[in-house]
């Protein structure tokens, strides 16, 4: 069976554990957290980067800086993971679901202001697939409004969105907050893992309490006090020095991850153009101001029941193939508080994308397959 994923290892994580292991320091912000973060902030210019347990915790400190209080409301799209809306309904939000973009499952951009009302707060555009959002539209909206825009770029780590004036910035390098993610579906992985950047230098010294358990530890070890104690909410959010040193290695090897990531993803482009074409399946498409770091490649099929014999078919030629997201506002958890309008086009994916096996390790061989699989059928 070739799996829809594999976490892939450069080889220097447990050179680099055992480093950490040896040194004596396993807790959290030493050398090699340090040395992440760093990397980070040069490669992307992200502001300031500090690392978490996950995504979902990033997202978390996000709701927590962006001081969301009991009954604000909170914009993002339906189609995403379940953490983007958590994150905010922890601290008793009320979530404004979005529909998806006809040419992308990402937030629909102009659906946006018609939303805005005296308790919005914030806009969580979520780059899925890693491809951008149009973050120029995003962000006017938002500072005439005046509101917060906390990115959630779990799957965007390395790809990047072009202004009207042709100047590049990194997705997460944009909103005032981002979030990402190291877990192991995605590019660049500790197993589980996080991080969160922060853009905006007024939520800085804040982030670095929330994310020492709400102490002034950080401050204390770089002089800036004289002793450290409880000072503001906060909690857990720093990983070990063991989860920062693997990634480590992932950082060193970025762009080699990424080069053979994005041949795989061209190789399925190209193969599967024509049977696309014929069979009315939409290959994913980006919008011109996106780059592609090759997170995912996914097909949209025309009907729910060609992407059932699509998945079955691939599955008796042991290739696993999955679909994604459920809408967020048809939830269980959610359903009966939603009160908004359908969301057709969120729905339209939950129903129709299906997403094809894609890791540094998957062969030529095995590309070929999943192709031949997929297009044998007409
Ligand atoms: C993976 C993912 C998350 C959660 O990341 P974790 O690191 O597992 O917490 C959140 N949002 C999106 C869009 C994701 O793809």
């Known amino acids: 069976m070739i799996p829809f994923n594999k976490p892939y290892l450069t080889g220097k994580e447990m050179h680099y554990m055992y480093e950490a292991v040896h040194t004596g320091k396993l807790s959290g912000n030493g050398k090699f957290t340090k040395k992440c973060q760093e990397f980070f902030e040069e490669k992307y210019h992200f502001k300031k980067c500090l690392l978490t347990t996950s995504c979902t915790d990033a997202l978390e400190m996000a709701a927590i800086l962006a001081n969301i209080q009991p009954g604000d409301e909170v914009i993002m799209p339906s189609y995403t993971f379940v953490s983007t809306a958590n994150a905010f309904i922890l601290r008793g939000a009320t979530i404004i679901f979005v529909d998806s973009r006809k040419d992308h499952p ?72 981002a979030a990402f993610s190291f877990h192991e579906t995605k590019n660049i992985i500790s197993g589980e893992g996080g991080m969160l950047a922060i853009n905006d230098e007024k939520f800085s010294a804040r982030a670095e309490i929330i994310w ?43 762009d080699d991850i990424q080069l053979q990531r994005k041949k795989i993803w061209i190789q399925y482009y190209k193969g599967l153009k024509d049977w696309a074409d014929k069979n009315e399946v939409k290959l994913p498409s980006l919008p011109d101001f ?57 729905d339209y994916y939950s129903e129709n994308l299906v997403r094809l096996p894609l890791f540094y390790e998957l062969t030529d061989i095995q590309i070929n397959h999943i192709i031949e699989s997929i297009v044998k059928n007409g």
């Open 212 to 254: 020492e358990k709400g102490t002034n530890r950080s401050a204390f070890f770089k002089g800036e006090v004289d002793k450290y104690g409880w000072v503001d909410m906060g909690s857990s959010f720093l990983p070990s020095e063991l989860i920062a040193a693997f990634l480590f290695a992932q950082l060193e090897n970025i």
């Open 290 to 346: 996106a780059t592609n770091n090759a997170h995912m490649f996914y097909l949209v099929c025309k009907s729910v029941e060609q992407r059932t014999e699509l998945i079955d078919r691939l599955k008796k030629n042991d290739v696993l193939a999955v679909f994604h997201y459920l809408s967020l506002h048809k939830s269980s958890f959610y359903k009966d508080k939603y009160n908004g309008k359908d969301l057709k086009l969120s």
């Open 106 to 177: 990402g937030i629909d951009e102009d659906s946006i202001e018609g939303l805005i009302t005296d308790r919005t707060k914030a806009i969580v555009p979520v780059h899925y697939a890693g491809v951008a959002c149009d973050m120029e539209k995003i962000m006017s909206i938002a500072n005439k409004y005046n509101l917060i825009v906390i990115e959630d770029a779990a799957q965007a780590i390395d790809s990047y969105f072009t202004f009207s004036d042709g100047s590049n910035k990194a997705l997460g390098s944009i909103g005032q907050l």
